[in-house]
């Protein structure tokens, strides 16, 4: 009986409690706490699961972020390295280098265009430079922009030990027909450097075979620039790669490591990269701790951001190696794009000028139709002499050589442009030395180095001046052709300067008369194609002459 009251007492306190209910019949409680526990479970679940999904996935993309950047950095290096042998490659791959520095040394010679520190600085950032004889002995050096007194006698082998010696040796063993430049990273006298060597040599086949240049008798130049945040400010701004600086190996934000060529690693490259993780965590993911309905949207913003953050460091990267491709492409779309139409105007012009269809009527038609004529030839003109000059730079431009006749060629360059000089009252005069040799060249290339040389002295000429071509042997028997002008001169210090492309002479003839400053830049590089060189000797308010000398192998047999 006890028993059964006490029953029936706690369960009056239940029915007391009331019950959920559906559709009038009661539900557990444990019903709706496991919904939702399940719920947030699943809700729970999902988060993790989409978290670990971005964090994965900012994961994968540092790891080809870092990968990419380094190799866009390995990449720049390269570049530079590559700038280096060029250049080198240009001062050494000459007779004169040759002459003056293996058969018989000039110091001056070899400071005037391996020492000059403020040129080679300026313009390339190299700041040493040595040429070594066959003895591994240094006979000239720059160091630091400075000449070095008494090269001789330093230790080489101790001076040399840190990747320069390597250096010079596989720039011996780079010869096998060849002569590659070696290229890598040196240390000198606690600074390190990028630097670049390459075997001293003849251009011209006949001293080429007689030098029978070899690892055990070359003397080899080297050139070196400073791995300093001059340059890696330049590869930085360059490639795009922020706050570029040099660390320790061991340092934790290094990321590329750095080594001299005997294989000593001496630090690294360091940079700063926007990881796409540092994005993910900045702001996706408060996004979904915030908001989980805004998940999916956030996850697209965030994944669609990675990607171009990836396609534009994928495009930095490239950007070095199709930086040629895109120069050629552009330059045939110009070709196209420009000289068609060009040429459409000037034909059609030409037509209106000659009233070929019938009087134009108003004598202005007849003028404004000459304007566009002549306009629309001089623009053909530079935009020939952008392409030909791009064309020789980059080595596309072939020479079609046949036996040429000096007298011919000067004649017809003479009566082409006889009627400018004539239109000024310059006196155009012609002096050549009897019984001419034929030469071998190309035809086209050797009239426009005259007339673009003959163009810019009668340009140049005051009325009533002159402008005489000249053509005679040196003493070595080489073919020089002169063209002198009494026209305004070039200062001294502008010298060096016109033979560079767009270069112009301030004065006040260069501002009224006009031009690119492409015509010298132009003929010197088909001078060079030729073997031959071109110098000018000029003097303010007397005049100006360019000789240009073809080497004696160019005479035909």
């Given at each position: 009986m006890s028993d059964l009251s006490t029953y029936t007492r706690e369960d009056s306190r239940l029915a007391a409690v009331p019950l959920p209910q559906k559709d009038g019949l009661p539900v557990p409680r444990h019903g709706i706490r496991s919904q939702l526990i399940l719920l947030a479970g699943l809700l729970g679940l999902s988060l993790v699961l989409t978290m670990a999904s971005l964090f994965w996935s900012g994961y994968s993309q540092d790891k080809i972020a870092l990968e990419n950047s380094r190799h866009l950095a390995g990449t720049a290096l390269k570049v530079q390295l590559s700038t280096l042998q060029k250049i080198i490659t240009d001062y050494t791959y000459w007779d004169e280098a040759y002459l003056k520095t293996v058969e018989k040394f000039d110091p001056s010679w070899f400071d005037e265009n391996f020492a000059d520190g403020e040129y080679l600085g300026d313009t390339f950032g190299i700041t040493t430079t040595f040429v070594v004889n066959s003895h591994n002995k240094i006979l000239r050096h720059m160091r630091n922009s400075e000449i070095f007194e008494n090269p001789s006698q330093l230790d080489t082998a101790d001076y040399f030990k840190d990747g320069i010696s390597k250096l010079i040796k596989t720039a011996r063993h780079s010869i096998d027909g060849e002569f590659e430049a070696a290229a890598g990273l040196v240390k000198m006298d606690r600074q390190f450097y990028i630097a670049t060597a390459r075997v001293i040599h003849p251009h011209s086949d006949a001293l080429l075979a007689k030098a029978a240049v070899t690892p055990s008798n070359a003397f080899v130049v080297a050139v070196m620039r400073p791995l300093g945040s001059a340059l890696l400010e330049k590869i930085a701004e360059d490639f795009g790669l922020q706050d570029l600086r040099f660390v320790r190996s061991d340092d934790p934000s290094s990321r590329l490591p750095l080594q001299i060529m005997e294989g000593e690693?001496?630090?690294?490259?360091?940079?700063?990269?926007?990881?796409?993780?540092?994005?993910?965590?900045?702001?996706?993911?408060?996004?979904?701790?915030?908001?989980?309905i805004s998940v999916g949207w956030l996850g697209w913003y965030g994944l669609n951001s990675l990607r171009q953050s990836q396609m534009q460091q994928f495009a930095a990267m490239q950007q070095a190696q199709i930086a040629d491709r895109s120069k050629t492409e552009f330059l045939a779309n110009m070709s196209h794009e420009l000289r068609t139409p060009l040429n459409a105007i000037i034909g059609f012009s030409e037509l209106m000028k000659g009233e070929a269809f019938g009087p134009l009527g108003d004598e202005r038609y007849n003028e404004y139709s000459a304007h566009i004529h002549d306009s629309g030839a001089h623009l053909l003109d530079i935009i020939n002499d952008v392409l030909d000059l791009s064309n020789v730079e980059s080595g596309n431009f072939d020479l079609r050589e046949g036996e040429i006749s000096l007298p011919t060629v000067i004649g017809s360059v003479k009566q082409f442009i006889g009627p400018r000089a004539d239109e000024k009252g310059i006196a155009l005069d012609v002096n050549l030395a009897p019984d001419l040799p034929t030469v071998l060249a190309d035809d086209g290339a050797l009239k426009q180095i005259l007339l673009n040389l003959l163009s810019n002295a009668i340009k140049f000429t005051p009325p009533a001046g002159n402008v005489n071509v000249g053509v005679k042997f040196d003493r070595d028997g080489a073919v020089e052709i002169a063209v002198s002008d009494t026209g305004c001169g070039i200062p001294g210090d502008q010298l060096p300067l016109v033979m560079r492309p767009f270069h112009q002479v301030d004065g006040y003839l260069t501002k009224s008369e006009g031009g690119t400053g492409l015509g010298l830049a132009l003929s010197a590089s088909l001078v060079a194609l030729h073997g031959g060189k071109m110098r000018i000797d000029s003097e303010v308010d007397k005049g100006t002459t360019v000789i240009v000398t073809l080497p004696i192998e160019r005479l035909a047999a």
């Open positions: 690693r001496f630090g690294a490259l360091a940079w700063e990269i926007d990881l796409p993780s540092k994005y993910v965590m900045e702001v996706i993911l408060p996004g979904f701790l915030a908001v989980i």
